[in-house]
Structure formats: C-alpha cells, structure tokens
C-alpha cells in the first residue's frame, strides 16, 4: 500500500466517522518506532527527539498522545508545528508523514488494515 493510498483512506476513515484519525488509531501508533523513524527522515531534529523522549520516559501525555507529538500548537517537539492544528496544509503535511510511516512498514500495514477492518 503506497502513502497515497494510504491517506486516502485516512481523509475517507475521516470523513465517514467524522472523528479525528490519529484519536482512534494512536493505539495501533506506537509512539517510539513513530518517532525514531521521523529522526531518521529528518522530519524531527536530534536534539527535538532527545526532549521527546526524556518527556516520553516520564509517561508525559504530549509524548505518549499521537494528537500532540504529530501536529501541535504547543508541543515543541511535534513533527509538523502549527498555529492551529486545523489548518488545511498542516494537516495534510501531517497526515502524509503518518501516511508514509505506514506504508514503509509491513506491520503498520497490518495495523492500519486491521484498524480499517474493525471500522474502529
């Protein structure tokens, strides 16, 4: 499954419950592999990580939440910072790297399939 494909379905998930993406699928997300990988693509600075994760350690809600370390106003080691985490463009930039996590990984996939499935 391609990171298009992916988001699609994501906008169409969306659009179908109307409820937020990440609030459902932050169970199958899991925050360290999300998090080490976006270092690894540069989506997130080393130092930005280094702070995600002592805050992670520390079983801090803005680590552990996807809604906060995704896209956030205030959080400031989210992937994507934003003045409001609604903005057309910052949702989309954000949604496309979860996208691009999930296609990159078999087990995502699964995750993501199963997610899709269960109509959670």
């Known amino acids: ?10 906008v169409e998930w969306e659009s179908e419950a109307g409820e937020d993406f990440l ?6 997300l899991r925050a360290n592999n999300f998090m080490f990988w976006c270092m690894g693509r540069r989506y ?6 280094g702070l995600w994760e002592a805050e992670w350690r520390k079983s801090k809600l803005e680590a552990e939440c996807a809604n906060y370390y995704v896209c956030s ?5 989210a992937i994507v910072k934003t003045d409001d985490r609604y903005l057309e463009d910052d949702w989309k930039k954000a949604y496309m790297i979860v ?3 999930i296609s990159e990984s078999p087990t ?7 997610f899709l499935e269960e109509g959670e």
Do not use: H, L, V, W
């Open 99 to 101: 996208a691009e996590f």
């Open 44 to 49: 997130i600075s080393k130092e930005n990580f």
């Open 1 to 10: 499954m391609e990171k298009q494909e992916i988001f699609d379905k994501i």
């Open 73 to 77: 106003e205030d959080t400031p080691y």
């Open 108 to 114: 995502y996939i699964r995750r993501f399939t199963k």
């Open 23 to 28: 609030d459902y699928f932050d169970g199958y």
